[in-house]
């Protein structure tokens, strides 16, 4: 599944020792979609090669291509989005190359109108 938007919240990185006895670490992002009644998504990137691959930054237009899954832990059930792949929204878009473009020309000065016509000047 995909979800565009902008990431609005980066949550504190977890970390800790597996059962095996191997570290691990994830970090959590909350992103919201530009609808007229906007989203918020909450997904989590897992393993630090994957954080520091993404490198998501606050602020960024990004596309999340997730997997959702379900835990189950003492009678609750829980849910989480693991995000598999990060794509930078307009990151592929062309850089403009070429001569400037010129501002444009200045625009005539509004005529007065009869209330304006009282000279405060003492010349």
Not at 70 to 92: C, H, L, P, T, Y
Request: proline letters at 9%; hydrophobic letters at 40%.
């Amino acid at each position: 599944m995909d979800f565009s938007g902008k990431i609005i919240a980066i949550l504190q990185p977890k970390g800790g020792l597996s059962k095996a006895g191997n570290e691990w670490k994830s970090q959590e992002y909350v992103i919201e979609n530009h609808d007229q009644y906007p989203k918020k998504m909450c997904f989590e990137v897992f393993g630090v090669e994957k954080i520091e691959q993404f490198a998501i930054q606050m602020g960024e237009e990004l596309t999340i291509s997730f997997d959702i899954d379900a835990r189950q832990w003492q009678d609750r059930w829980f849910n989480s989005m693991r995000a598999w792949k990060v794509e930078r929204i307009n990151a592929g878009a062309p850089v403009a190359t070429g001569s400037p473009v010129p501002p444009p020309p200045p625009t005539a000065m509004p005529d007065f109108i009869s209330g304006d016509a009282k000279d405060d000047l003492p010349f």
